[in-house]
């Protein structure tokens, strides 16, 4: 197949792209760099399958070549601090870079598929998040920029599989973590693997019983494979239903890594979900697809990596 991804210089982009080269595929990846990284392109730069176009997708998607089979929409700051630094791109990208590529894949006859994220559930009323719940989300927020782009991203989506034919997937993706993130991502592994990593206490914000669910990489990109393979138009969730406090996670770095302390520290980011968890009985019934690395060994490898 020739797939199109927005986003390659990202972390799951470049994800995307070395599995889709392992696999045979011909792949063309595009990024602007706002939030990727230049190294995550280089990986790939010499391989005769692949080619990179550097443009911004919110103002066009400047491909010229051969028909395309799959255009996927990736391209988007993802981290709290990424896209409250840039929330007007954040917007565009969602909106215009969204439109922009169901615009492509309609054109080439190609599927397209939206990387969405959990955060359309927004701080939830409903615990774990099933794909039918509408969500609890403060339109302008500070967090508002990624929610409601990834929510309009999702209204066209479905609209342009409605109203023009296009094939299409949405998938609503829960916290991943793994190699090739970067180190100032900000979300609370990697701050907890690169303190751990230099002998730092881990900063925990408030009491620590706020509780997260964390994913691995190569389970995400599994779960992408398989929808791309079944024709299912509604969102489906990604993610590990593993759930941790803050505190809990503290003590994972010190078994698995290495032993330090912790402070508390007295600040909680505007409108941070209290709990979060994917429901994914759809991805299970759907695809036969649950996460298979547990956070032990996925911190492991995630470590790896940073420490090379
Ligand atoms: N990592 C997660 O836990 C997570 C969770 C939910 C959803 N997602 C979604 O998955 C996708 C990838 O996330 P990630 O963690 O790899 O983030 P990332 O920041 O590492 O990657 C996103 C990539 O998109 C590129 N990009 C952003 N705007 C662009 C534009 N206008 N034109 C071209 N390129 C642009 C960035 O430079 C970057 O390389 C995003 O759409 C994100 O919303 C990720």
Redesign the pocket.
């Known amino acids: 197949m020739r797939i199109l991804i ?9 994800h995307l792209v070395e599995r889709f080269l392992n696999e045979g595929h011909t792949v063309i990846g ?8 230049v190294s ?1 392109t280089d990986l790939f730069r010499e391989h005769p399958r692949f080619t990179f176009i550097e ?4 103002h066009g998607i400047p491909y010229t070549g051969d028909k395309l089979d799959w255009v996927m ?7 709290p601090p ?1 896209y409250q630094q840039f929330p007007v ?2 917007l ?2 969602g909106a215009q ?1 969204t439109q922009n590529g169901l615009e492509l894949a309609h054109a080439h006859g190609a599927g397209f598929f939206l ?5 359309v559930y927004g701080d939830p009323h409903v615990h774990p998040q099933p794909e039918t719940y509408w969500g609890n989300v403060n339109p302008i927020g500070v967090r508002s920029c ?1 929610d409601e782009a ?1 929510r309009y991203a999702e209204a066209i989506t479905m609209a342009y599989h409605r109203s023009r034919g296009v094939n299409t997937r949405i998938i ?6 793994g190699p090739r ?2 180190p100032d ?1 900000g ?1 609370v592994i990697t701050n907890f693997v690169h303190q751990a990593l230099r002998g730092e206490p881990l900063t925990v914000y408030g009491d620590g019983s706020q509780t997260r669910s964390f ?1 691995y990489i190569d389970d995400l990109v599994e779960g992408i494979s398989r929808l791309m393979m079944v024709k299912y138009h509604k969102p489906v969730n990604l993610g590990n239903s593993d759930e941790f406090t803050m505190l809990e996670l503290v003590g994972i770095i010190n078994e698995v890594l290495v032993s330090v302390d912790y402070v508390m520290e007295d600040y909680f980011p505007q409108d941070d979900p209290k709990k979060r968890m994917p429901n994914t009985i759809m991805a299970l019934n759907l695809l036969n697809w649950m996460p298979s690395v547990s956070i032990r060994e996925g911190i492991h490898l995630m470590a790896q990596q940073f420490a090379k």
Do not use: L
Request: net charge negative.
């Open positions: 927005t986003g390659s210089a990202g972390f799951v982009g470049s595009v990024d602007n760099y706002i939030s990727g990284q995550n443009a911004d997708v919110s929409h990736f391209a988007s700051p993802a981290s990424h791109e954040t565009m990208v870079g990387a969405s994220t959990s955060e990624y990834k609503r993706i829960f916290n991943t973590y993130m970067r991502d979300r994913q």
